[in-house]
C-alpha cells in the first residue's frame, strides 16, 4: 500500500475527528450526543494508533506534523480540566485547611513575626511619637487622625456597599500579594508580613496617644480579628511555598514546590473568604451606630469562631499529614 | 515529573494515555507578551465598561455607591481571577491566548485543573516584578525563570507544574505530485518493486519536500550524494538527471500511479471501517508496541 493510498483511506477519518473537535471547542461537550462522543473517542485512538506508526508507514513530515496537532488537540479535548466542585471544596475548608494549617510550622513563623512585630511597633510608637511618625509617614498619620476625626455612625447605607467592594479589593489584594510575594524563598512573604505588621503596629500604637482613640477603637474592634487572622494565613502559606523551595525532604526542588503549591491553595481560598468577612464587618457593622458592646460582641464572636476552627476543626487526627507539619507531634 | 533529556529544541514530548508520544512546542516570551499584552487590554476595557454601565444604572437609581462597591468587587475580580477563571473554564485559554493560539497545559500534558489555573495567575505577581506602579510590570523575575529551564515556565509556571504550548494549525496535505514531464518520463524505468529501507524513503520524502527551495544547481550538488550510487544500482545511463531520478522514485514509492502495476500490487490491508473508528493499524501497533489492552 502506498503513502498516497494510506492517506486518502485515513483522510476521512482525520478530518471527521476534526470536525467533532471544533465542535467540542465552540460548543462544550455536554451539546454532543452519545454516539457523537463515543465516536470521537473511536477517531481519537484510531488516530493515535497512525501517529503510533506514521513512522514505520513513511509518511511524509508535513502529515506527521499535522497529525501531532491532531491526536494533541483531541487529547486536549478528551482530558478537560476539572471545574471546581463544591463538595470538594467545603471539605476542603472545613477539613484539610485547618488541619494543615495547625501543624504548620510556616503558619507559627508567620503567626509569631506579625503579632511580635505588631506588638513591638504598637508600644513603641505608643511610647515615642517620633517612632511612630518615621513608621507610618506623617501623610498617613494625617490622613487617618482626620478620618476618625468623627464619630463613626454618620455614613448612610448605600455608601456602605461602597465601602464593602472597596475593603474586599484593597485588603483581599493586599493578602494575596503577600502570599505570592513568599515564593521568593520566603524572604519576599517575609518582609512583607514585616511591613504590615509594623505599619499596623505604628497606627494602633498612635491612634492610641491621640484624641480620636476612641472613635478609631469603636471602629476597628469588630473586624480586627477576621482581618489580622487572614493576613497572617496569606504570609503562612506564601511561605510554605517558598520555604518548600529550601526544605526538600528529598524531592527536587521544583517537585517540592509543587506539592506545597497546591496544598497552599485552599488556603488561599480559605484566607479570601475570610478577607470578605472581614469586609462585610467592617464595612456594616463597624461603622454602624450600634454601641461598643455590640461590636465588643462581634469581636468575641470572631475570635471563638477562629480558634473552632483553626484547634477544634484542625487539632491533628491521625491522618496523613501534609507538607511541614511539625513530625514530632503525636496524634 | 515527565522530563525528557532528548529534547533540543522548543518541542517537548507528551506521552498520551493511549501509549502515544505526540509533540508540543512551547511558547516562547514573544508569543505569550501579545496574548499578555490583549488580555491587560480586555481587562481594562472590561473595568472601564462595568464602571461606566454600573454608575450609570445605580446612579439613576440614586444608589450610585452602591454600583461603586459592585463595581470594586468586579475590579477585584478582574485583577485576580481574570486569568484563572478564563484558563479553567476555557481549558488553559484566555481570550489572549486563544487569539495568540496558545494553551496552558501540564507539564504531562494534561488539562490544567482549577487550582492550578488560579495559582498560577495569582503567582503571576511574583513574575511580574519588579513594577513600577500602577500598571509598569517589567516581568524580569519571569523572565529569567523562563531562560532557565527548558520549557519557559514563569515561576507560577514552576509552582503549578504548567506550561504554555503553542498550537499550530496544520493543514492535511496530500502527498506531494511532481508533475515535471521529465520525472513523469523517468518513473516508468524504476522497477515497480523498488521498495528503499526506512531512512532512503525518509530522504527522499524530505529532499522532495524542500526542492522547491533550491536553484537547480543546488538540487543537483544535494541530490548527488544519494543519486550517484542509487543510478548505478538501478543501472541507469549516465545523463540521468539525478534531480529528476530522485523526483522519480519518489513517485514510485510513495505515489500511486493509476495504470495497474505489471507484478500486481503489493498486499494492501482491509479498507478501514470509518464508522467503527477502528484503524486496521492498531492490531499491528499494538503487536508493535508489545501487549497493550487497547485496540
Redesign the interface.
Known amino acids: 500500500?502506498?503513502?498516497?493510498?494510506l492517506?486518502?483511506?485515513?483522510?476521512?477519518?482525520?478530518?471527521?475527528l476534526e470536525q467533532l473537535c471544533k465542535q467540542l471547542e465552540s460548543r462544550g461537550r455536554r451539546r454532543l450526543d452519545a454516539s457523537a462522543v463515543s465516536?470521537f473517542?473511536?477517531?481519537?485512538?484510531?488516530a493515535?494508533?497512525?501517529?503510533?506508526?506514521a513512522?514505520?508507514?513513511?509518511l511524509?513530515?508535513?502529515?506527521i506534523?499535522?497529525?501531532?496537532?491532531?491526536?494533541?488537540?483531541a487529547?486536549?479535548?478528551l482530558?478537560?480540566?476539572?471545574?471546581?466542585h463544591l463538595s470538594t471544596w467545603t471539605r476542603q475548608l472545613l477539613v484539610d485547611v485547618p488541619q494543615r494549617l495547625f501543624g504548620d510550622r510556616a503558619v507559627r513563623l508567620a503567626f509569631v513575626v506579625f503579632w511580635g512585630i505588631f506588638l513591638l511597633s504598637g508600644v513603641l510608637s505608643y511610647i515615642r511619637p517620633d517612632f511612630a511618625r518615621h513608621v507610618v509617614g506623617k501623610e498617613t498619620q494625617a490622613q487617618i487622625e482626620e478620618m476618625y476625626s468623627q464619630p463613626v455612625n454618620k455614613e448612610n447605607p448605600?455608601?456602605r456597599?461602597?465601602?464593602?467592594?472597596?475593603y474586599?479589593?484593597h485588603n483581599?489584594?493586599i493578602g494575596?500579594?503577600c502570599?505570592?510575594?513568599g515564593?521568593?524563598f520566603g524572604v519576599?512573604g517575609l518582609v512583607a508580613t514585616i511591613q504590615n505588621a509594623a505599619l499596623l503596629g505604628g497606627i494602633f500604637g498612635h491612634m492610641a496617644t491621640t484624641a480620636q482613640s476612641g472613635n478609631f477603637f469603636h471602629f476597628v474592634t469588630a473586624h480586627g480579628p477576621y482581618e489580622l487572622t487572614a493576613i497572617v494565613m496569606a504570609a503562612g502559606a506564601g511561605m510554605r511555598?517558598g520555604f518548600a523551595l529550601l526544605e526538600t525532604h528529598g524531592l527536587?526542588r521544583?517537585?517540592s514546590?509543587?506539592r506545597a503549591?497546591?496544598q497552599?491553595?485552599?488556603i488561599?481560598g480559605a484566607f479570601v473568604v475570610l478577607f470578605a468577612l472581614a469586609a462585610l464587618i467592617e464595612a456594616f457593622i463597624s461603622p454602624s451606630s450600634l454601641p461598643y458592646e455590640v461590636k465588643f460582641g462581634v469581636f468575641v464572636f470572631s475570635i471563638v469562631t477562629l480558634v473552632f476552627y483553626f484547634v477544634f476543626l484542625g487539632y491533628p487526627r491521625g491522618h496523613r499529614r501534609a507538607v511541614g507539619q511539625n513530625p514530632d507531634r503525636r496524634s | 515529573?515527565h522530563t525528557d533529556a532528548q529534547q533540543l529544541d522548543t518541542r517537548v514530548r507528551?506521552v498520551?494515555?493511549?501509549?502515544?508520544a505526540?509533540?508540543?512546542h512551547v511558547a516562547g516570551p514573544f508569543r505569550r507578551l501579545p496574548a499578555y499584552l490583549i488580555d491587560l487590554a480586555i481587562r481594562v476595557t472590561a473595568g472601564l465598561v462595568t464602571l461606566l454601565g454600573l454608575s450609570l444604572a445605580f446612579g439613576f437609581a440614586g444608589?450610585?455607591?452602591?454600583g461603586?462597591?459592585?463595581?470594586?468587587?468586579l475590579?477585584?475580580m478582574l485583577?485576580?481571577f481574570y486569568g484563572g477563571l478564563f484558563?479553567?473554564?476555557w481549558?488553559?485559554q484566555t481570550p489572549g491566548k486563544r487569539i495568540m493560539r496558545i494553551?496552558v497545559?501540564s507539564v504531562e500534558?494534561?488539562?490544567?485543573?482549577?487550582?492550578?489555573?488560579?495559582?498560577r495567575n495569582?503567582?503571576?505577581?511574583?513574575d511580574a516584578l519588579p513594577f513600577l506602579y500602577p500598571l509598569f510590570f517589567f516581568y524580569l523575575v519571569g523572565l529569567v525563570s523562563a531562560t532557565m529551564n527548558k520549557r519557559f515556565q514563569r515561576?507560577g509556571d514552576?509552582?503549578?507544574?504548567t506550561m504554555v504550548v503553542c498550537?499550530?494549525?496544520?493543514?492535511?496535505?496530500?502527498?506531494?505530485r511532481i508533475n515535471e514531464p521529465e520525472v513523469l518520463r523517468l518513473t516508468p524505468s524504476i522497477p515497480a518493486r523498488f521498495q528503499p529501507d526506512?531512512s532512503l524513503?525518509?530522504a527522499l520524502?524530505?529532499y522532495v519536500?524542500r526542492r522547491a527551495n533550491f536553484a537547480p544547481a543546488r538540487r543537483l550538488q544535494i541530490a548527488r550524494y544519494v543519486g550517484v550510487p542509487l543510478r548505478e544500482e538501478l543501472g541507469l545511463p549516465q545523463s540521468t538527471n539525478l534531480d529528476h531520478l530522485l523526483c522519480a522514485l519518489y513517485n514510485r514509492?510513495?505515489?500511486?500511479e493509476d495504470t495497474p502495476e505489471p507484478n500486481g500490487?503489493?498486499a494492501?490491508?482491509p479498507?478501514?471501517e470509518?464508522?467503527?473508528?477502528?484503524?486496521p493499524?492498531?492490531a499491528?501497533?499494538a503487536l508493535?508496541?508489545g501487549e497493550r489492552g487497547?485496540a
Open positions: 500500500m502506498k503513502v498516497s493510498d492517506l486518502e483511506a485515513r483522510r476521512e477519518n482525520w478530518s471527521a465516536r473517542a473511536a477517531l481519537y485512538r484510531s493515535c494508533a497512525d501517529l503510533a506508526l513512522d514505520a508507514y513513511q511524509p513530515q508535513e502529515t506534523r499535522y497529525l501531532h496537532q491532531l491526536v494533541g488537540r487529547h486536549n479535548q482530558y478537560r480540566s476539572r471545574l471546581f448605600a455608601f456597599g461602597a465601602m464593602m467592594g472597596f474586599v479589593a483581599a489584594g494575596l500579594r502570599f505570592a510575594m515564593l521568593l519576599g511555598m527536587t521544583i517537585a514546590l509543587r503549591a497546591i497552599s491553595v485552599p488561599m | 515529573m507528551v498520551t494515555p493511549e501509549n502515544i505526540f509533540q508540543y444608589l450610585g455607591s452602591v461603586l462597591g459592585i463595581w470594586l468587587l475590579f477585584f485583577t485576580w484558563e479553567t473554564f481549558n488553559g494553551r497545559l500534558g494534561q488539562a490544567i485543573n482549577a487550582s492550578q489555573a488560579v495559582l495569582i503567582l503571576r505577581t511574583v515561576l514552576l509552582a503549578c507544574g498550537e499550530e494549525p496544520h493543514w492535511l496535505k496530500g502527498v506531494a526506512r524513503a525518509r520524502a524530505l519536500g514509492v510513495f505515489v500511486t500490487p503489493p494492501a490491508p479498507a478501514s470509518p464508522a467503527s473508528g477502528a484503524s493499524f492498531a499491528v501497533a508493535a508496541l487497547d
